[in-house]
T-cell receptor, first 114, second 113 residues
């Protein structure tokens, strides 16, 4: 099993450009998440999908959109990138949207917006 | 709302020293508690967890006990190694509602030879 995979690993964008971050898991997990990690801020939840066909906003959804393409894949789109979106983005999955279940994280995408 | 508070870092230790990283939480009911570790350039990975009061999670020499009375889940290791240098995150998943995990801000550990 590859676990949670993310592409690309690194990306540099200019302000106003758009891009999609891809995430896939092969563990048959129901729930998937997108986080951003900034120095001193810990992890902040952008969007999550409790199950295939549903998506919900997290703590910092502005400037982002998501698509739960199928059970395996959950993509994050930046429509018009801003320097404030420079961050490391992590995708995670979890077997169920319930207590007791840990999350499995991908290796991250390091995004710089100039 | 739910919250997790961790001690500020960095924590700097010599090899073989005793480690404690404090974590306290605020949540209703009986959340599950987790410690994750993040090595440089990588994603987070589960270190240990506890799902009910008085449970002790343990892995790779690390331990943490779920203390309901003090709402704490402190991480300990008796003898740290240079390879333990990483960032450690305390987290909880609530026992109801949306079940969205809440993370602490992370504590950086630096172990010197």
């Amino acid at each position: 099993n590859a676990g949670v995979t993310q592409t690309p690993k690194f990306q540099v964008l200019k302000t106003g450009q758009s891009m999609t971050l891809q995430c896939a898991q092969d563990m048959n997990h129901n729930s998937m998440y997108w986080y951003r990690q900034d120095p001193g801020m810990g992890l902040r939840l952008i969007y999550y999908s409790a199950s295939e066909g549903t998506t919900d906003k997290g703590e910092v959804p502005n400037g982002y959109n998501v698509s739960r393409l199928n059970k395996r894949e959950f993509s994050l789109r930046l429509e018009s990138a801003a320097p404030s979106q420079t961050s490391v983005y992590f995708c995670a999955s979890r077997p169920q949207q319930e207590t007791g279940y840990e999350q499995y994280f991908g290796p991250g995408t390091r995004l710089t917006v100039t | 709302g739910n919250s997790v508070t961790q001690m500020e870092g960095p924590v700097t230790l010599s090899e073989e020293a005793f480690l404690t990283i404090n974590c306290t939480y605020t949540a209703t009911g009986y959340p599950s508690l987790f410690w994750y570790v993040q090595y440089p350039g990588e994603g987070l990975q589960l270190l240990l967890k506890a799902t009910k009061a008085d449970d002790k999670g343990s892995n790779k020499g690390f331990e943490a006990t779920y203390r309901k009375e003090t709402t704490s889940f402190h991480l300990e290791k008796g003898s740290v190694q240079v390879s333990d240098s990483a960032v450690y995150f305390c987290a909880l998943t609530p026992s109801g509602g949306s079940y969205i995990p809440t993370f602490g801000r992370g504590t950086s550990l630096i172990v010197h030879p």
